[in-house]
């Protein structure tokens, strides 16, 4: 049996990704790798814990902790994770999913059957209908696609000054992409070269990289044709609950008033401040460099 028609969320990360899929992901109908799905990837059994925190009788659902304050429980209850070490076992050793931006990648008939019998036992322990997933960083959208041709895409986006800014800031970054290129496969000869003279720059090297996912995002769409909808923060904020409904709306979901609830019971922040605030006008103009003059490689649409 093969899932069908899976929601699937993507972007550059620090763009509202967790919040408007946490959101989404309160849906009775969907089931979604979770934080015990990372530890336990092995064991399909683990979505049975679900079942504990969101059934008929209540309904508990965990969230990122941000700015809003969160259940004592939160770190325990059962919520979505994009558990990377799930991905990695499930796609097998010559796929980097956590690393590889996974263009002209395609699944293999015997992995893309196993993830099709993986992700149905979860949606079967976890008792829903269908599946969702968030992934950031790159799309890995054609790779995807190989596995899941009728998949849903929510691209969500936000303006790249504070999208840097942000990466600049969080421990994660710090120890990954601050001084090396993260993502790998698809940087020319000339991109890397550029990328030895400006190792020591983390706001260049930051600026390039989350430059490079724009566009491999960009042109697996013209390349792919997937059926998605792009979803800004900016919009997001100003109206949370007119997107949230847009998205429900693309994904022929009907409205849970689960996922109307979070926005009640949590303030919607626009963490946005002028550009000025982020960095100073030598700052912003290397910034502007590197998203609006360095030339960037083109994928070969013909493979």
């Known amino acids: 049996m093969r899932i069908e028609k899976p929601?699937?969320?993507?972007?550059?990360?620090r763009s509202g990704t967790t919040v408007i899929s946490e959101i989404i992901m309160r849906h009775r109908e969907l089931a979604f790798p979770s934080n015990y799905q990372q530890v336990f990837f092995m064991i399909p059994e683990i979505n049975l814990m679900r079942n504990i925190f969101d059934n008929k009788l209540w309904r508990m659902h965990g969230q990122k902790k941000q700015l809003n304050k969160v259940n004592i429980l939160n770190r325990y209850i059962f919520k979505q994770d994009e558990a990377?070490?799930?991905w990695e076992y499930i796609t097998g050793k010559n796929i980097d999913f956590s690393r590889g931006f996974l263009v002209n990648k395609k699944g293999t008939k015997k992995i893309i059957n196993y993830i099709h019998s993986y992700f149905q036992k979860m949606i079967k322990y976890q008792n829903r209908a269908r599946l969702t997933f968030k992934i950031t960083g790159p799309s890995r959208?054609?790779?995807?696609?190989?596995?899941?041709?009728?998949?849903?895409?929510?691209?969500?986006?936000?303006?790249?000054?504070?999208?840097?800014?942000?990466?600049?800031?969080?421990?994660?970054?710090?120890?990954?992409?601050?001084?090396?290129?993260w993502w790998s496969?698809?940087?020319?000869?000339?991109?890397?070269?550029?990328?030895?003279?400006?190792?020591?720059?983390?706001?260049?090297?930051?600026?390039?990289?989350?430059?490079?996912?724009y566009e491999?995002?960009?042109?697996?769409?013209?390349k792919c044709n997937p059926n998605y909808i792009e979803v800004n923060y900016e919009d997001f904020v100003k109206k949370p609950k007119e997107e949230i409904l847009r998205i429900l709306d693309f994904v022929n979901l009907d409205v849970d008033n689960a996922c109307l609830k979070y926005l009640k019971d949590n303030e919607i922040y626009n963490r946005n401040k002028p550009d000025s605030e982020y960095f100073n006008k030598g700052e912003l103009e290397k910034i502007n460099h590197v998203l609006n003059v360095v030339p960037l490689k083109i994928i070969d649409k013909s493979t």
């Open 185 to 213: 496969g698809v940087y020319s000869d000339k991109e890397k070269k550029w990328v030895n003279e400006y190792k020591g720059d983390p706001l260049w090297l930051t600026t390039f990289q989350i430059k490079k996912i």
């Open 7 to 13: 929601i699937i969320f993507i972007g550059t990360g």
């Open 141 to 181: 959208m054609e790779y995807l696609l190989s596995i899941f041709p009728d998949a849903y895409f929510i691209i969500l986006k936000r303006k790249p000054i504070p999208t840097i800014s942000s990466f600049l800031k969080v421990n994660f970054w710090k120890s990954r992409g601050l001084k090396q290129l």
């Open 216 to 222: 491999i995002t960009e042109l697996e769409c013209k």
């Open 84 to 86: 990377y070490k799930m």
